[in-house]
């Protein structure tokens, strides 16, 4: 019980510092494209929601968390400009049916997306891309006689890179190109009214309104659009649905605390499952008995290898290599010649040119000369062959 109690003062301390040190962490530049009309990050389009009555004087505006369909259907919406700015748009069947409609009966719809959507790609054949061909940006501009058509924008971070790769061209009426030619700003005439399709979202941002370029752009784009006394702003594609909103939804979008819950969660359930682990008393292990000998040989021959004395060495092994022949085959050994070359060949089966050889060795060895590590390993490898034919 004690160890847990630490292990929680431990996890409680290391998450207080976390959470002081996020706190007073000074805050970098959050570069999430959300296209949120409420937040002022670069890449929020708070700067033209509030500036929209700029473009649309005396419009009341109105804000919409709904499909499309609900939109329209559910307020009973007869007139109006509907404004959609998103980084994507999938809108089903019946969403555009009613779209369709909406436009037909004379109202402008505005939308501004990187991807479309299959029912729209289906429909009017648009499918978008980007260029990566230039980090300084792609230049864009409009195509519409009654502006001037020489004029470039351009925008680094990609955000005049979109176009229109593919697009239903017989219906289609171009407003914008880019540099390499490609259609980016697009017109349909639907019964009335109009739809206009822009591929550049982020060129509506607050990072683009708050740059010169990026705010002529903006607002020379939506100046096409029909104004009508009723303006309705999509937050739908980029907030969701209003009943979708949470308090853990609101707590892991800000990262500090995201990152705080999730130590705090992982954490607590790696304490459960330490904890869920039987408690028993630990059995203590019981080493068996050592055999010394070994760590004796070791010790002994580390301590002739640090020395390096070869003739030592070597005298040793010829003394017990004989004294094995002495007591094992009874033969004397005070002298080293053919006789005993012969009976012990005899006795033991090996070669008497082997038997020879080794005598010749220790008769050396015997005589004081100096012992080269080479004739040391030549002299052990004998007499080890010496043991194993012999047995």
Partial sequence: MKSSKIYIGILAIFLIVYLVAQYKRPKGID??????????????????FNRINDIFPGARVET???????????????????????????????DYDKLEQFIKRGNDVFIAASYFGDQIKKELKVETRAEFKDTTGTRIRFTNSSIDT??????????????????????????????????????YNLGEGHLYLNANPLMFTNYSLLNKDGAS????????????????????????????ESTMRVFLRNPALRMAFYIAFFSIVIFV??????????????????????????VVGQVYYEQRNNSNIAQKQATYFLEHIRT?????????NEELVEVLSQKTGIEPEFLQRIFNQVTII??????????????????EQFYIQSR
């Fill in 64 to 94: 919409f968390r709904e499909p499309v369909y609900n939109v329209i259907n559910d307020h009973h919406i007869d007139r109006g400009t509907y404004l959609i700015v998103c980084d994507a748009i999938n809108i089903n069947e019946y």
């Fill in 150 to 187: 020489t004029k470039f924008y351009s925008l680094k971070k990609g955000m005049s890179d979109g176009y229109f790769h593919t697009m239903d061209t017989t219906r289609a009426i171009v407003l914008g190109l880019n540099d390499y030619h490609h259609c980016n700003y697009v017109k």
């Fill in 217 to 244: 752009y903006a607002a020379t784009a939506l100046s096409f659009v029909k104004s009508g006394p009723y303006l309705m702003w999509d937050e739908y594609y980029t907030q969701g649905r209003e009943d979708d």
């Fill in 366 to 383: 015997r005589s004081g000369v100096y012992i080269s590590d080479n004739d040391l390993i030549s002299f052990n490898k004998n007499i």
């Fill in 273 to 298: 499952v330490y904890e869920v682990k039987r408690r028993q008393r630990v059995i203590p292990v019981i080493e068996p008995l050592r055999n010394t000998s070994v760590d004796f040989v070791n």
């Fill in 31 to 48: 570069w999430t494209q959300s296209l949120d009309n409420n937040d002022k990050i670069p890449f929020g389009t708070y700067v033209i």
């Fill in 328 to 336: 094992k085959y009874y033969l004397k050994t005070s002298l080293l």
